[in-house]
């Protein structure tokens, strides 16, 4: 158990609508990265948050949004929902100061678009 | 082409033999590389890390970094089912941004 959580597991929705998948980051943590991971992309890093400020961004979609909240916990919200985003969505925390910093990955939300 | 490129696999080996994993990656910037290792629906969790070239052992696993030819490679030894996962390269460049390949899925048959 890596101590990131993640909820819900598992969330089934339709095309056209929006879901927030929520992070709970490690006791500490002050660093928080979402994930996305498809069979044909593989894992692939969409945005991260340093103590509530947005540090780095990486193949997010303009549809997807994310925030990190003052406890420190994040999350991702994706809308107009389309059959290509289900995937699984892993979020990850790290501290900051250690070299290499390390990320945690939680276990995952895995969302299906029908 | 993709920054951090693997073979999908699966690499079928018995119970006892030795894995060995590989990685090819385009990006110079990378200073890090780490291994990650999947459990089916689970999260990824760090197995180990490598800074610039050379080879970094823990236990059963050794890694590998040879920045010359863009290549990194993971060697667990004395292999247990218990391995039979995916594993994942990744790269990491200035910053905390991990770039992964597409993961190698391990069978290791009693």
């Known amino acids: 158990d890596s101590g990131v959580t993640q909820t819900p597991k598992h969330l089934i929705t339709a095309t056209g609508q929006r879901v927030t998948l929520r992070c709970s980051p490690r006791?500490?943590?002050?660093?928080v990265y979402w994930y996305q991971q498809s069979l044909d992309q593989g894992l692939q890093f969409l945005i991260q948050y340093y103590n509530g400020e947005e540090r780095a961004k990486g193949n997010i979609l303009e549809r997807f949004s994310a925030q990190q909240f003052p406890d420190l916990h994040s999350e991702l919200n994706l809308s107009s929902l389309e059959l290509g985003d289900s995937a699984l969505y892993f979020c990850a925390s790290s501290v900051e100061g250690t070299s290499p910093t390390v990320q945690y990955f939680g276990p995952g939300t895995r969302l299906t678009v029908t | 082409q993709k920054e951090v490129e693997q073979d999908p696999g699966p690499l079928s080996v018995p119970e006892g033999a030795i894995v060995s994993l590989n990685c090819t990656y385009s990006?110079?910037?990378?200073?890090?590389f780490m291994w990650y290792r999947q459990y089916s629906r689970k999260g990824p969790e760090l197995l180990m890390y490598?800074?610039?070239?050379g080879n970094k052992e823990d236990g059963r696993f050794t890694a590998q970094v040879d920045k010359s030819s863009k290549y990194i490679s993971l060697f667990i030894r004395d292999s247990q089912p218990s391995d039979s996962a995916t594993y994942l390269c990744a790269g990491r460049a200035a910053g905390n941004k991990l770039t992964f390949g597409g993961g190698t899925r391990v069978l290791v048959k009693p």
């Open positions: 006791s500490g943590d002050l660093s």
């Open positions: 490598t800074y610039s070239s």
């Open positions: 990006n110079s910037a990378f200073q890090y």
